[in-house]
C-alpha cells in the first residue's frame, strides 16, 4: 500500500516506474516463490489481502495463466496523440480458459521509451505477461471492472486517458499494453491473466528534420484475358472469365485501392495489363463460357472504375511496371536460358508506357524494375536491367545494412550503372497478414507510425529518404489499414511524404551498402514459388509457331498483338503459388494458335490414277481464316522421278494466294515414263523455306499406252469392223442366190433334168465358188492382212486431262 501511495502522490514517469518495478520483483523474487504457491491450501481471506495488498506480486505469474484470457485492442484513438489529447482504446476479452474469471479488470499500462527499432521489434514478438518487462498499470487511470467472465465467453471494454496522465517523459515511442487482472477458483488471488501490447508514437512537435517517406501504392492484378477475339472487325477480347468485375465493384479490391489511394500521398505502381483489360471491357467484351463465347455484362462498372482512377492519378507520380508484371525472378533463374525469353521482357516493357499513357492520359515512369518481395542477386539485376530500367526497387532483407540507424533508400548498385532504390523490410510487410480482424489492423497501424518516427529520431539532425514498397496485392482490408496509417502521418510532425522518382535521386548514404547480394542468399521461400522452366519452354513454343504463322498473313498485327500480349500474360509474377491455372493458361493460348494455323491446310487427295503419258495434278489449298494468306508456297515431290516427273522435274513449287474462308487448286503438270504406283508429296512452305502444317501424301497409279500399243488396239479394232462388213455382205449374197434357184425351178421340168448333170461339174464360165468358201471376189475374213491406214501420231496425248482426286 505505500507503494500505492507514493504512486499516487508523486505520479512518477513510466521510465521510473519500471526501474523500481524490476528491481522489486529481483529482490522479492524468493519470498513471493513460496507466497505464491500457498493459495491451494490457504483460505481465500488469507490470500486475497496478500494479493491485493502488493500488486507488484502479480509479476510473477507463469506464462500458461498469462494466457488464459485473450485480450485484444480493437481501436487505439488518436494513434498519434499530441498534448492535450485522451487516449481511447476498446477491445474484448475472451476467457480461453476452462473456468471462470471472476473480480477482473481491464488496466492500461504505459511503458518506458523505446530507444531503438530494434527494441520496438522484440516488443511486437512477446506473447504473455512478462514481469520484468512489462510495465506497471497507470495510476488512477480508469479501469473496466468484469464481474465473472466465464469460460469461452467474451466482454468488450473502453479505456480513456489523458495524455497528460499517461506520465509521458517527452517524445517518442512508448509501449503501451492492456492486461486483465482476475482470479480463478483454482487460484483465488490476482493476477495477470492476459496483455495485449502495442505502441504509442508521440511526437506532439514537429522534429527539425522529417523523414521523407515514399509509399508505393500497386495496382496489379492477375490475368483474365485470353489469346482469343472474336470474329468482328473490332477484334473484341474473349476473357477467360469475369472475375475481375468482383473487384471492380463497389466495395471490391480494386474499387477500394482507388477510393482510397485519390486522398493518399502515394506512388501509383501499375500494372498496365490490368488498365488494357478494364479498358477493354468498357468497350465491350466476351467471356468463355464452355464453348461458346458470350457477351460481357459489366462494360458500365469498367468504364465508372477507369474514370475514377483517371482523376485519383492527377497530380501523383505513376510507375509503370512491364506489362502484364513479368516475374523478374523466374525469368533470371529458369528462363534466361530458353532462348528469346528476354525478348518477353524487352517488348513488355515497350508496351507499358504507351498503355498508361493511352489510357490514363499521364505519363508514367517506365524505368523501375520491382522484383518479387525485393529480393534480388546478381542474375534478377541483370534481367532487370536488361529491358531499360535502371532503378531496382529492392528491400532491406536482402540488400542489408549493418548500420545502427535507417539509410536513405537511394544508393548505386553494384557497379554504379544501376540505382538500387532500398524499401524498408519492417514497413513494407507491416500489412501483410489477416486485416480483417480490427485486432490485427490496429495492431499494424501502431506499428507502421512508431518505426517511422522511431527512423526520424535515430537520426533527428539529419534528413533521410525512406520507400515503402508493400505487397503487390493488397486485399480490402490490407489497403483500408494501409490509408489508415498514412492518415495517421498527415501532421506531418516527423516524416513528409514524397514520391518513387524523387526518392531515387535522393542523395545517397556514402556507408549504405552497395554490394549485390550473392544468389546464395535468395531466400529458398521465393525460388521454390518461381514458373518451371518448362513454362518459359512453352512460351518458346508458341512464339516459334507465332512467328512462322504471322508471314503468310496478309493482316498480320490481328494475330500478333493478342498473342504476343498473351505470351507476356503467362510470364505475369501473379501466376505465383497458382501453379496449374498458370499451365492452363498456357495451353489454352497454344493450343488456340494451332487451331488457326490448322485453318490454312491441304484437303486430303484419293490415290489418282494416270492415264498417258501426261496430265494435270490438282491440289487444293484450304483457308478458313477470317483474312487471306500469301506468301505460302506449295511444293509438290515425286518419289520416283524415272517413272513420274513434276513439270519436268522430281519437284515443283508454285506460289499460293487464298482469300479468305477460300479454297485454291493449285495445279501441276505431271509426266509419267514407266508404269506403275508412284508416292507423291505435297507440303505448304513459307517464303523462306520453313515447312508450314503437315504433309500430305498420295499415290499416283501410272498406266501409260505406247504408240506400238495403240497400233495394235487400232488393228484390232479395224479387222473387227472388216469381219462383220464380210459376214454382212457374204448373207447378203447368200441370200440373192436362193432368190435365183426358186426362180429357176419355176421354168419347166426338162430345163430342169437337163441341167441337172451339169450342177454338178464344171462350166463355161469355170466352177461356182460355194457360200462361205473363200475366192478371188468373196469378202475378206479377220483374218485377212488389215489395210494400211495410215502412220500413227507417237506424240504424248496432250495435256489438260485433269486428273481429279
Known sequence: MAEA???????PS??????????SVTVGAPLLAGLLQAPVSASPATAAPAAVTAPSTITAEDATGSKTVDVSINTLTPSAPVEGDTVTLTGTVTNQGKKPVTDASVELRVGPLMTSRSEIEQVTGRTGYRGDSDPAPVPDAPTAKIPKLGAGLSADFSLSVPVADLGLDGAGVYQLGVSLTGQTPDRSYPRVLGIERTFLPYQPEPTEKKTQLTYLWPLIASAHVSAETATDDQQTPVFEDDALAAELRPGGRLDQMVALGKDLPVTWVIDPDLLATVDAMANGYRVKDGSLHVPGTHKELAGRWLGALEKAVQGHKVVALPFADPDLASLAHRGKDVPGSLGHLQSATALAGMTVETVLHVQPSTDFAWPVEGAVDPAIVAVATSAGADKVIARSDSV???????????????????????????????FEGDMVRSENSTLAVQDFLSQSLAIT????????SVVVAPQRVPTVAQAQTMATALHGLSGRRWSQPSDLVAAATAKPDPDAS?????????PKKLRDRELPVQAFRDMKTTRDELNDFKVVLTFPDRVVTPFGNAVNREMSTSWRDRTRAAAIYRDNVQGYLQRLTKSIQLVDKSDLTLSGRSATIPVTVQNKLLQGVDHLVLRLVSNNRNRLQINGERTAELPVKVG?????????DATAAVNGQVPVTAQLYTEDGTPYGKPMSFTVKVSEITPTVMLVIAGGVLLLVLAGVRMYTQRKRLAAQ??????????GATEETDGAGESEGAGADGPVAEPGKNGADGPEQPSDPTPDTGPESGDPSATGEKVDR
Open 514 to 522: 552497395t554490394a549485390v547480394p550473392a544468389a546464395s542468399r535468395y
Open 400 to 430: 542489408r545494412d549493418e548500420l545502427p540507424y535507417t539509410p536513405t533508400a537511394a544508393r548505386p548498385l553494384g557497379n554504379g550503372s544501376t540505382t538500387a532504390v532500398v524499401s524498408d523490410a519492417l514497413l513494407s510487410t507491416a
Open 14 to 23: 513510466p521510465a521510473r516506474r519500471w526501474l523500481r518495478r524490476t528491481l
Open 660 to 668: 479468305a474462308g477460300h479454297s485454291q487448286s493449285v495445279k501441276f
Open 457 to 464: 529520431l535515430e537520426q533527428p539532425e539529419k534528413q533521410r
Open 738 to 747: 436362193a432368190a435365183e434357184a426358186e426362180a429357176a425351178e419355176g421354168t
Open 5 to 11: 501511495a507514493d504512486i499516487k502522490g508523486t505520479a
